[in-house]
């Protein structure tokens, strides 16, 4: 017999009907979270739909008169391929830009907590216009036609957007070689706006940390001792002035690879030339060769080293030290020529009879 629940109203449940009901509950609340993202994906085309979302205005257009803010963040993944003769390094980063656009604000009785997207959806909204000053391809920064994985787009309720894209940048380094290989330079990343003039919008450093390194920072050829940012004006005579941001990157270069492969072989060769004064004198073939071989070899390294630097008027630290060791083994030449020249004209006035004498 079928057990029966009554309720105040007087209406009478059977206990499988109890039962389905419950199942059913449980069935909507396991499909509403299934659907979470896909609720996600409608509000955000409700507040993209094109008859109420211009992505050619920028959120400032809704408040007359102020511009928009974008705060910016670098998380810099290495710096790699120094190259001294182009003065050009390549680096990749993330950068990330925050700005508060109220027309993506939620509406007040929904339970999205937060939008998160890829390139797709940032090309539907508006996003700042940010070029890098000293990139060589002279690509735009946040360009959305790059490939999935590279942008990402998350949405708050206020309508704060985080905009973020990993890109691989190739910059312009202008390196100074008085010292090399003791060198430090001195290297800049630029980010300018390159649409939207200062009264539209403002470039502005993340407060707290605006650059951070990860874990695993890769640098080649150089050791990272300090960065200082700063935020600036581009002044255009034809077209205004627009806003600017500057991170400047101290580097030292490592010295222990040039220690091995040119202080310490040329010191040997040097040394090496001085064992001709334990020559006979009368071994000349030996002292020439021995010369020769180690002048030609000090002229070789330092030719191959100065052709992994630009060509410029000035000398370097490296010619100081190719000039030295050259004028150390040049000078062992002649103390032997004039070694062998005393050691002739003493001969020469030896009686014939006194030099075969034992």
Not at 100 to 108: H, Y
Not at 124 to 153: M, Q
Request: net charge neutral; with cysteine; charged share 25%.
């Amino acid at each position: 017999m079928k057990q029966e629940v009554t309720t105040k109203g007087e209406c009478k449940y059977t206990l499988p009907t109890v039962y389905s009901i419950c199942i059913a509950d449980i069935r909507n609340e396991i499909t509403r979270l299934e659907k979470k993202w896909d609720h996600q994906e409608e509000i955000f085309d409700t507040l993209t739909d094109t008859s109420i979302y211009n992505k050619r205005l920028r959120p400032a257009s809704v408040k007359a008169g102020e511009p928009v803010i974008v705060n910016t963040s670098l998380f810099l993944i290495s710096m790699t391929s120094f190259d001294e003769i182009q003065t050009e390094y390549t680096m990749r980063v993330l950068v990330r830009h925050i700005w508060i656009d109220p027309r993506l604000s939620f509406p007040e009785n929904c339970t999205v907590t937060r939008v998160t997207g890829d390139n797709w959806h940032a090309e539907r909204i508006w996003t700042p216009l940010i070029f890098i000053v000293n990139d060589k391809n002279a690509d735009n920064l946040l360009s959305t036609s790059t490939g999935e994985g590279n942008v990402l787009l998350d949405i708050q309720p206020n309508g704060q957007v985080l905009l973020s894209r990993r890109v691989h940048l190739r910059l312009i380094c202008k390196m100074d070689f008085w010292k090399y290989p003791m060198d430090k330079q001195t290297c800049r990343l630029e980010l300018e706006s390159s649409i939207l003039r200062e009264e539209e919008m403002i470039l502005a450093w993340a407060e707290g940390e605006p650059l951070a390194l990860n874990n695993n920072f890769y640098l080649t050829g150089f050791e990272l001792v300090d960065y200082t940012f700063y935020s600036s004006q581009a002044e255009y005579w034809m077209t205004g002035n627009f806003s600017r941001l500057l991170v400047t990157f101290q580097l030292e270069r490592e010295f222990g690879n040039f220690l091995l492969e040119i202080y310490i072989p040329s010191i040997l060769f040097v040394v090496t030339s001085w064992t001709s004064f334990w020559l006979e004198i009368p071994a000349a073939p030996a002292r020439v060769s021995l010369g020769i071989t180690t002048l030609l070899t000090l002229v070789t390294s330092a030719k191959s080293t100065r052709e992994k630097l630009p060509k410029v008027s000035y000398i370097h630290a490296l010619d100081v030290w190719n000039v030295g060791c050259t004028g150390q083994k040049t000078t062992a030449r002649w103390i032997k020529e004039d070694r062998k020249y005393c050691h002739l004209k003493f001969i020469n006035k030896v009686p014939n009879y006194l030099r075969n004498y034992k």
